[in-house]
């Protein structure tokens, strides 16, 4: 059985995390050239800021560096339809758990019990066999697998933040030109920015490149709901961290390079896998939260969009670059009208 996370520090209150953002710069498309965002860069140690383009971040790099993506590939885990009495409901595939069953959120005005069915997309029968917390065990009826269906009849999981219906579009520009192993309900979005021909330039400069999986899950969106940060339960993800990668970041080590996070589910993955001082394989659950006064035992610089207020992931960049530093990197971002959240532009903590 595994140990949670914990912090150890002084109390600090969820509003010390909350800052003013115009609706207006929450990015509800993306650009039309993945790699054509802004890069927002901070120093961590003087806090001095400086405003660039994406592609600059090959001017960031030098040989015997590591880039670490996270792989994993979002499914099309949202689902409309309907009760078999008739009600509307909207079904978020929350984690595939074999070719049959899955563990979902169900919106709907009432709750469906146990054995009710669901009529989902029109062509899907799904049966609920119970429950498990806020999340219901689905059962498909169906000669395809849990995978195929999602595939075949479910849309893009847009974050809530991104008020309009998934499009075409979205299949391709919702996931990284890297993903390969399907199992996420939310893209790790600082891999968006990436095409090949950056991909390509970055293992032409003699910068390594290496992968960890994890799938994120629908509560990377939920804001903390208590005043204490430390009361705050953390959700459980999927996670891999290979034996491949670790040799990748300890070579890269001991050659003087430094080891780049590409986003805080890459930091959730390293710092789990490094959960004792010593970075091992790691294939398992992860409910690791990271706030100010964490120890980092693997990362020295991280790629990150900007994120929520009030949010873990706010917290997890404050406890790598200080409170501090972040909060005013955010207002000169807001000042300077870059772009937020998911389909937004980037950060480099370094």
Avoid: W
């Avoid at 790099?61 to 009760?83: E, H, M, S, Y």
């Avoid at 009361?231 to 040799?247: G, L, P």
């Amino acid at each position: 059985m595994r140990k949670p996370y914990k912090t150890k520090l002084q109390a600090m209150k969820t509003q010390d995390f909350t800052y003013n953002l115009p609706e207006e710069l929450i990015a509800q498309e993306p650009l039309s050239d993945r790699s054509s965002s802004r890069l927002l860069t901070l120093n961590r140690q003087t806090g001095a800021i400086e405003d660039k383009s994406f592609s600059q971040i090959i001017d960031f790099l030098k040989p015997n560096d590591i880039l670490i993506f996270n792989n994993t590939k979002v499914i099309n885990a949202r689902l409309f339809g309907k009760k078999q009495t008739g009600g509307k409901i909207e079904v978020l595939v929350e984690r595939v758990i074999d070719s049959k069953t899955v563990y979902a959120h169900v919106k709907s005005s009432k709750s469906p019990k146990a054995g009710a069915k669901l009529i989902l997309e029109d062509e899907v029968i799904a049966t609920v066999l119970g429950r498990k917390d806020e999340l219901f065990h689905l059962e498909f009826d169906s000669e395809m697998t849990s995978l195929e269906i999602l595939e075949q009849y479910g849309h893009v999981p847009l974050p809530p933040y991104i008020v309009r219906n998934d499009r075409e579009s979205d299949k391709n520009r919702y996931q990284t030109v890297f993903a390969k192993t399907p199992g996420a309900v939310a893209a790790p979005t600082a891999g968006l920015h990436f095409d090949e021909d950056i991909i390509k330039s970055i293992a032409e400069l003699g910068v390594e490149i290496g992968y960890v999986t994890l799938h994120v899950g629908a509560g990377t969106f939920q804001p903390v709901r208590v005043d204490d940060v430390q009361k705050h339960k953390m959700h459980s993800e999927v996670v891999e961290v290979t034996n491949d990668v670790c040799q990748k970041i300890a070579k890269a080590k001991e050659a003087g390079g430094r080891v780049i996070a590409v986003g805080t589910t890459v930091v959730r993955s390293l710092e789990t896998a490094a959960k004792n001082g010593v970075l091992t394989p790691y294939s398992d659950e992860t409910d690791i939260f990271i706030y100010p006064g964490y120890k980092f035992n693997v990362i020295d610089a991280l790629l990150t969009n900007f994120h929520l207020p009030a949010s873990t992931l706010l917290m997890l960049v404050s406890a790598f670059a200080s409170k501090e530093n972040i909060m005013h990197a955010y207002q000169h971002a807001v000042t300077g009208k870059y772009r937020f959240f998911s389909y937004g532009d980037a950060m480099l903590l370094y």
